[in-house]
């Protein structure tokens, strides 16, 4: 080839590379369609502020709005990520000790009522216990996160301020959660056991108990465009073979709630076509050990079971390869907060299985058990089959130290009763976390005297570290110290961290935009994004 | 035949209030109630809280008093509230009780359809081959749990067409077509137990009926295979399982709970389960109310079918 013109092919072969190195044009979102998906469970309300169920902020969440919500696209979710609802924009003010809202004045709710600064202060006077509070919830189980709230003022329509006695960065991360809808003042809030009025993306066509939740697009919806979809249908499906089979045959575009890896991954194998996505999440495996009752006082007895249970075991084993270590606190990189790899690495449970379990062993001799006289315990869990499976690990691990232990199944309707009043000497549980958010886990789980601190560990030097960590308001100075607070917890034994359990989503590849964050369930189900390729 | 129906239906409301006592009393002293319910779904107990609840419900009042309240209800006609759904129990019942009589009665058609006919055909060709697959087929029906063949239906459906009944329950109103097919599997699935059981009793009382003396003289008359067989043997050989008939469909109504979980079928026998869980006392005793009178009306249309069936038997005479 002359060299002239092999010159002059080189902008044509140039042109021809970028244009391959450019990425697809996105292809434009088309409107229609029924999203037809399956929950964790039926709900048992559409009261998101009244329960502490995965089920529910799913099912209710399309109906409602949020102040301000998670961004539905960024897969971790942080401070940062978080965007307007019905709020158009906020501020902090007096050093994060007030919250200002602005909000949107072209919102109504689904019955055509305006929305207005007074529904956000009856929302969250009433979760928050305030005396003058127009309405009280039968159950409350966020109160803790409001506790720092003063007052709430809606001074006009259009502005609400959240006044707080100490700074509380976490304040605005708590009102993005899925826990945290508005409710409108002039609904009775009985009626939010059956039914759903909200200003959000979808309206509630019909909710037959333990069979559907159905919902129809909102057209007055405030954001212009959304939703896509013309509707929701969450379908009730209990037995999990049936839920494989239903998105198998077509009848689900989505499933995976409450799913494991090899559930996925049989749903993909039979049909290959089909897109699993797997992401880390907020809910961890963890032991309770009850510091109230001996021998769990001593903690060489503590620091011995927490040795005994091999994390490599536990992942292989009950996890089936579906979950990340970690501490009190989601580990990087799906979380925000959680230890360094380095130093979760060093967790006891995490190093040579068998040199652990001869620690172990030492350990219990030195607190005078061995052999002769074994550690006779027995190991409570629910009777749910993701429970017991781990449960049943727990013990066979236990036993190789020479711990004499026994699996006790509790009914789910005795569970949390029982843990309250710490009946029990240890016990294997699941915690979800609301938020990817030091307040929302450690004051919850950690402090002296919280209800959900089901294994009664007390600390003081904890208790100042938490308080003081949710006051400062420099990032990495926070972050530092409520590390130094993961490990804290870690040593004294308080509610060892098995690991944090992965997610799964399985759905048919004309499913569009359908979010999946790395750090929470709970957030993601506004679902007015999500459109059908058909 | 009237005095005998009527010391019948005294007997059976004797009856029933005795079921409604010792459902009541052991949905009481079952550990956990529905306020500890509500608060294990918060994962939180509030104690203040908690009582408060249990005073609104009025669960925190003796068992005599929470009975007699119930019962004037009842003669009021009303079943009560849900304490989950905070609806009436009736709202909650109503929708399901045609989707389970609906199974249970295909249910029950299937297993006549292909219990009787094989257990006659087996009956009268004893120790045939014919006898042998017959015999192997009740066996394996006998054998396989409803909700396993249920379970390998869907399966083999889902792998073979690509396809399964409807996870939505369809009222045979809207689309009769689309029900039938979303019923036709698990009515099969638990029709085949069904029918392996009736096939075996129809089987062995046929066999001592072929071997009277007037099936012999009816053959001796020169009388066809079929009048013998279907008009002389078989109704004479019906009692026994008109007996298992009415068994069948009382176990049916309260034992479907399985087949309707794995076909998502919106029934009274899982909601039954669920309810029970959650501890919601109106709708769990107004259920088990509902299939204890299911029971004693089927055993009371058995006692009157004996009648039609075999005029020998009187009924209200000494």
């Given at each position: 080839m002359p060299l002239r013109r092999f010159v002059r092919l080189i902008p044509v072969a140039l042109l021809l590379v970028v244009a391959l190195s450019l990425p697809a044009p996105a292809q434009a979102p088309k409107s229609g369609g029924v999203l037809r998906i399956h929950p964790l469970s039926a709900p048992p309300s559409l009261s998101p502020h009244e329960e502490s169920t995965i089920a529910v902020v799913q099912q209710a969440s399309p109906c409602f709005s949020n102040l301000a919500y998670y961004d539905p696209a960024k897969r971790q979710e942080s401070v940062d990520t978080i965007i307007p609802e019905l709020a158009e924009k906020w501020s902090w003010q007096d050093n994060y000790r007030n919250l200002v809202f602005l909000l949107r004045k072209d919102v109504k709710w689904h019955d055509g009522k305006p929305f207005t600064s007074k529904d956000v202060k009856y929302t969250f006077d009433m979760v928050r216990g305030a005396p003058d509070a127009e309405a009280r919830l039968k159950v409350n189980?966020?109160?803790?996160?409001?506790e720092n709230v003063e007052h709430i003022e809606a001074p006009d329509p259009y502005t609400v301020v959240f006044r707080l006695k100490k700074p509380q960065p976490s304040l605005l991360p708590m009102l993005a959660s899925g826990y945290a809808p508005v409710y409108p003042e002039h609904v009775p809030l009985a009626e939010f056991k059956n039914k759903c009025i909200g200003?959000?993306?979808?309206?509630?066509?019909?909710?037959?108990?333990?069979e559907f939740v159905e919902y129809v697009r909102n057209p007055d919806y405030f954001v212009k465009g959304r939703p896509y979809l013309d509707g929701i249908k969450w379908v009730i499906i209990k037995d999990r073979s049936t839920q494989l089979a239903a998105l198998q045959a077509g009848q689900l575009?989505?499933?995976?709630?409450?799913?494991?890896?090899?559930?996925?991954?049989?749903?993909?194998?039979?049909?290959?076509?089909?897109?699993?996505?797997e992401n880390d999440s907020n809910v961890n495996d963890n032991v309770l050990v009850n510091f109230k009752k001996a021998p769990f006082t001593d903690i060489r007895v503590r620091r011995a079971f927490n040795l005994a249970l091999d994390r490599k075991s536990y992942l292989v084993g009950p996890?089936?390869?579906?979950?990340?270590?970690?501490?009190?606190?989601?580990?990087?990189?799906?979380g925000v907060w959680g230890l360094p790899v380095a130093d979760v690495q060093k967790l006891p449970g995490m190093g040579d299985s068998v040199k652990q379990k001869a620690e172990a062993k030492k350990l219990l001799a030195e607190a005078g058990f061995g052999p002769a006289s074994p550690l006779k315990i027995t190991v409570?869990?629910?009777?749910?089959?993701?429970?017991?499976?781990?449960?049943?690990?727990?013990?066979?691990?236990?036993?190789?130290?020479?711990?004499?232990?026994?699996?006790?199944?509790?009914?789910?309707?005795?569970?949390?009763?029982?843990?309250?009043?710490?009946?029990?000497?240890?016990?294997?549980?699941?915690?979800?976390?609301?938020?990817?958010?030091?307040d929302a886990q450690l004051f919850e789980n950690y402090r002296c005297g919280s209800q959900r601190n089901f294994s009664g560990y007390c600390s003081e030097e904890i208790d100042r570290l938490m308080t003081e960590q949710s006051q400062t308001l420099d990032k990495a100075k926070r972050l530092k110290l409520v590390n130094e607070i993961d490990r804290k917890l870690q040593?004294?034994?308080?509610?060892?961290?098995?690991?944090?359990?992965?997610?799964?989503?399985?759905?048919?590849?004309?499913?569009?935009?359908?979010?999946?964050?790395?750090?929470?369930?709970?957030?993601?189900?506004?679902?007015?994004?999500?459109?059908?390729?058909? | 035949m009237r005095g005998y129906i009527t010391k019948r239906l005294l007997i059976a409301v004797v009856t029933l209030l005795g079921m409604s006592m010792v459902i009541f009393v052991l949905m009481r002293i079952t550990p956990g109630n529905i306020a500890d319910i509500m608060f294990e779904s918060a994962g939180y107990v509030d104690q203040a809280d908690k009582q408060k609840i249990e005073r609104e419900l009025g669960i925190d009042q003796p068992i005599p008093v929470q009975y007699a309240n119930w019962l004037g209800e009842l003669t009021r006609g009303y079943l009560g509230k849900s304490y989950r759904y905070e609806r009436p129990a009736w709202d909650i019942i109503k929708p399901r009780l045609p989707v389970t009589?609906?199974?249970?009665?295909?249910?029950?058609t299937f297993s006549m359809i292909l219990g009787i006919p094989f257990g006659v055909i087996s009956a009268i060709r004893q120790d045939r081959p014919i006898d042998y697959v017959l015999r192997v087929v009740s066996l394996a029906g006998l054998s396989m749990p409803s909700f396993w063949l249920g379970m390998i239906v869907i399966l083999l459906l889902v792998r073979s067409l690509g396809w399964i009944p409807s996870v939505t329950y369809v009222s045979p109103v809207d689309d009769l077509r689309a029900n039938l097919a979303q019923f036709l599997f698990p009515a099969l699935?638990?029709?085949?137990?069904?029918?392996?059981?009736?096939?075996?009793?129809?089987?062995?009382?046929?066999?001592e009926v072929l071997r009277e003396d007037y099936i012999r003289t009816a053959w001796a008359k020169g009388q066809r295979e079929t009048s013998v067989v279907w008009r002389h043997a078989l109704k004479n050989a019906s009692l026994p399982v008109i007996t298992l008939l009415g068994i069948e469909f009382a176990f049916l109504i309260g034992g479907l709970v399985v087949t309707e979980t794995v076909f998502n079928l919106p029934g009274v026998a899982r909601y039954l389960v669920e309810a029970i869980q959650g501890r919601d006392y109106p709708v769990v005793q107004n259920l088990v109310m509902f299939i204890a009178i299911i029971v004693v009306m089927a055993n009371l249309s058995v006692d009157l079918l004996y009648a039609w069936v075999d005029p020998r038997i009187k009924y209200g005479k000494a």
């Open positions: 189980p966020r109160k803790l996160w409001y200003t959000g993306p979808y309206k509630l066509k019909e909710n037959r108990p333990g575009d989505v499933a995976g709630s409450g799913w494991n890896k090899a559930n996925a991954e049989t749903a993909k194998k039979g049909k290959p076509q089909l897109v699993l996505i996890r089936q390869g579906g979950a990340v270590f970690g501490g009190a606190l989601l580990p990087k990189p799906a409570s869990t629910r009777a749910l089959a993701i429970y017991v499976d781990t449960a049943s690990w727990m013990v066979d691990q236990l036993r190789q130290v020479g711990i004499d232990a026994t699996l006790e199944q509790i009914e789910t309707g005795v569970w949390h009763p029982k843990m309250t009043r710490l009946e029990y000497q240890v016990a294997l549980n699941l915690t979800g976390v609301g938020i990817d958010d030091p040593a004294d034994g308080a509610r060892p961290v098995l690991g944090w359990g992965k997610q799964y989503a399985v759905s048919w590849p004309y499913v569009k935009n359908y979010p999946q964050h790395d750090n929470s369930i709970y957030n993601v189900s506004r679902l007015q994004d999500v459109w059908l390729d058909k | 009589l609906e199974l249970a009665c295909l249910a029950m699935a638990v029709g085949y137990r069904s029918s392996a059981l009736i096939m075996r009793i129809t089987r062995s009382a046929m066999l």
